[in-house]
């Protein structure tokens, strides 16, 4: 019997909600990646393999907030972004993280913003 690792445990997770999501041009994915220091975040369109936009914790604007106030403010540019990049709707991967926490505040701050997750 093998034990997994915490890491290894949210690796499964992430890859099991993968294989039953996609992101699309009119309907990206929102892929999230969260570290104990804060949370990034992108659009992704996994037919053509483009990035259309993203947002990072480090950002000048966003580094001196607090971690809830960032995840909040980040859900809050990245759906500026993807509006300026013409995108409404998108498909949200939480990445094999509990949505609980900064996810689910990042996830409904894009909702606050306008874009449909």
């Not at 403010?73 to 900064?102: I, N, P, T």
Request: hydrophobic fraction near 40%; charged fraction near 30%.
């Amino acid at each position: 019997m093998t034990v997994l690792t915490k890491e290894a445990r949210r690796l499964k997770r992430r890859r099991r909600v993968r294989a039953k999501i996609s992101g699309t041009a009119t309907r990206p994915r929102v892929s999230v990646f969260r570290s104990n220091r804060g949370l990034c975040a992108q659009l992704v369109d996994d037919v053509s393999g483009n990035t259309l936009a993203a947002v990072n914790w480090f950002e000048p604007e966003l580094r001196s907030l607090g971690k809830g106030e960032r995840a909040k403010r980040s859900g809050e540019v990245l759906a500026e972004r993807a509006k300026a990049a013409g995108v409404s709707a998108a498909v949200f991967d939480r990445g094999g993280y509990q949505y609980h926490g900064h996810v689910r505040t990042f996830a409904e701050a894009m909702r606050e913003a306008g874009i449909t997750v």
